[in-house]
């Protein structure tokens, strides 16, 4: 029997039940001198429940979250906690928002949950086991092939930098010249789309630990491919000493991954 997917799922239902209660009612501010990372108040009481929760469960894990930060209790076991995934949609009323809760053991995801709120959606994975959906199992349909797919890009602009973003503006219309549509929540609401069969892919070059552990094991447990955005494996080492590191991902079913690694290395971003 999974050893994790009940907790992971009741916490994330008792949590999107805080997030539905504030949708639309609070306002984001802006955390540090970064423009495109939001904050509200019920990041924070979301991220207080769910830390609390874990801590009393297992007290003997480590806890990393998004606005709490880290918990080192010296385990090979780290909860990976992101309590609001697309603040500012959810801050701009937008429905496009998710809690995430995903577990590493030594570096590895073996568990994880991502609840879509609005949606009273939420899925649950534990390695080994599949992906359970309202009691169904998901499974993502190898045969999609890239010409047919929508495909999710998520992007922030960054000034300091603009020469990356137009670069990476550049490789986004070779990717639009070669599927059917391109989508964009920027949030994991395009992930369950992925899982769900609606999209082919979602990337990202621009996202944090706790945006990628439990879509990670969502995704490869729904039989699709998560790599960083050139097709490597993540890399979650030393992951309480890393929190403010760049993460970059490419999510996808195996043949769209396949087509979308070919463009990538061609691009000679």
Request: glycine share 10%; hydrophobic share 40%.
């Amino acid at each position: 029997m999974p050893k994790y997917t009940t907790f992971i799922k009741n916490i994330l239902s008792e949590a999107s039940k805080t997030a539905r209660r504030n949708f639309g009612r609070v306002h984001g501010t802006v955390k540090g001198s970064d423009p495109n990372q939001v904050l509200t108040a019920a990041d924070l009481a979301i991220g207080r429940f769910l830390v609390d929760q874990i801590a009393r469960t297992f007290p003997a894990h480590n806890i990393l979250d998004e606005e709490a930060g880290v918990v080192d209790k010296g385990s090979v076991v780290t909860w990976v906690v992101d309590p609001i995934d697309g603040t500012s949609n959810f801050a701009a009323g937008v429905p496009m928002y998710g809690i995430m809760v995903g577990l590493l053991e030594r570096e590895i995801p073996v568990a994880g949950g991502i609840a879509l709120p609005f949606f009273s959606d939420i899925c649950v994975a534990e390695k080994g086991f599949g992906v359970a959906n309202s009691g169904e199992l998901l499974k993502i349909n190898d045969q999609t092939h890239l010409g047919s797919s929508l495909v999710a890009y998520g992007m922030d602009g960054h000034p300091e930098t603009p020469e990356v973003t137009v670069s990476e503006c550049r490789l986004l219309g070779e990717i639009a010249l070669k599927v059917r549509n391109l989508r964009s929540s920027n949030s994991v609401f395009d992930a369950m789309m992925v899982v769900k069969g609606g999209y082919g892919a979602f990337l990202n070059r621009t996202s944090k630990i706790w945006d990628n552990v439990a879509q990670q094991i969502i995704i490869e447990e729904a039989g699709g491919i998560y790599t960083d955005f050139w097709g490597k494996p993540m890399d979650y080492s030393d992951c309480l000493h890393r929190i403010e590191s760049n993460y970059t991902f490419c999510a996808a079913a195996p043949l769209v991954h396949r087509a979308l690694q070919n463009i990538i290395h061609n691009s000679h971003l």
